[in-house]
């Protein structure tokens, strides 16, 4: 889910602050399809276990490039992460492998694990979005480093408070 509000806009420029550079906003989104997931995947994020993740890739929308920047929301839509893409990959759902399962940080961080959890995801996600699950299905797969956090930026967000 993307967000634009108040506070996401006060994070991100408390992280353009932190960096000494003015750079455009990035999208805001939550992991997951519940609150309780994004919950649990962006604290993930911010303990620094999760530094990958993966989509259903859909023809005609955005590929997410190296180098862009994303703000991660808890399930209460509040901005928790600052996230910079490093690789970004389109394969088929079965190629997708054990080394970025494990960055994924997700279970035990084993590629049946992943294959397990992802694949009910995506049959979900699809029903909804109107796409359906095969093993032939593009994902979008891409790797991410932590640049900031809420903990990180504390300093910065009392100060334009």
Request: proline residues 2%.
């Given at each position: 889910?993307?967000?634009t509000s108040t506070t996401v806009k006060k994070f991100w420029q408390a992280y353009c602050q932190s960096i000494g550079r003015q750079l455009p906003q990035p999208d805001a989104w939550s992991?997951?399809?519940?609150t309780s997931m994004a919950n649990e995947l962006a604290d993930l994020v911010v303990k620094s276990k999760k530094t990958a993740t993966t989509s259903a890739f859909i023809e005609g929308e955005?590929?997410?490039q190296v180098g862009d920047y994303d703000i991660i929301l808890n399930g209460d839509?509040?901005?928790v992460a600052i996230?910079?893409?490093?690789?970004?990959?389109?394969m088929p759902y079965q190629q997708v492998s054990a080394?970025?399962?494990y960055h994924e940080g997700e279970g035990d961080r084993t590629l049946a694990y992943w294959r397990r959890v992802h694949e009910a995801f995506f049959?979900?996600?699809?029903?909804?979005?109107?796409?359906?699950?095969?093993?032939?299905?593009?994902?979008?797969?891409?790797?991410?480093?932590?640049?900031?956090?809420?903990?990180?930026?504390?300093d910065n967000l009392e100060a334009n408070e």
């Open positions: 889910m993307k967000q992991f997951g399809m519940t955005a590929v997410t839509n509040q901005p996230i910079q893409n490093v690789v970004s990959e389109i080394e970025h399962a049959r979900e996600e699809g029903a909804q979005d109107h796409y359906q699950f095969s093993n032939q299905l593009l994902m979008s797969c891409e790797v991410f480093e932590l640049r900031a956090t809420q903990a990180s930026l504390a």
